[in-house]
């Protein structure tokens, strides 16, 4: 089982960047598809980055050219970053590891990002 652990939240200025981490224990992240999702107050659930292999990824098509993913899999990390928030961007953000056949799905915690003045 795959354990993931979320940081790098907090309260954010408008215009600020954000910078969140994932790390994992339990396996290897190098066999798992990451992504990193976010629920906004009233919203539901959405993709904001995914990654399926090397160091880099890309963002969700719904939010493409918002947000930078990228992974280590010698630290057993995923990491997502931003610049110039919104306050639209206020959501808890979610680290999630996938994998097919067989198929596992595993959620962090989530960390609170807040965008306010």
């Known amino acids: 089982q795959v354990q993931l652990v979320e940081s790098g939240g907090g309260l954010v200025q408008p215009g600020g960047s954000l910078r969140l981490s994932c790390a994992a224990s339990?396996?290897?992240?190098?066999?798992?598809?990451l992504g990193w999702y976010r629920q906004g107050p009233g919203k539901q659930r959405e993709l904001a980055a995914v990654i399926t292999k090397g160091v880099s990824g890309n963002d969700a098509d719904s939010v493409k050219g918002r947000f930078t993913i990228s992974r280590d899999n010698t630290k057993n990390t995923v990491c997502l970053q931003r610049n110039s928030l919104k306050n639209e961007d206020t959501a808890v953000y979610y680290c999630?590891?996938?994998?097919?056949?067989?198929?596992?799905?595993?959620w962090g915690q989530g960390t609170q990002v807040t965008v306010s003045s």
């Open positions: 339990g396996s290897a992240l190098s066999i798992y598809v």
């Open positions: 999630n590891a996938m994998r097919g056949l067989p198929v596992l799905d595993y």
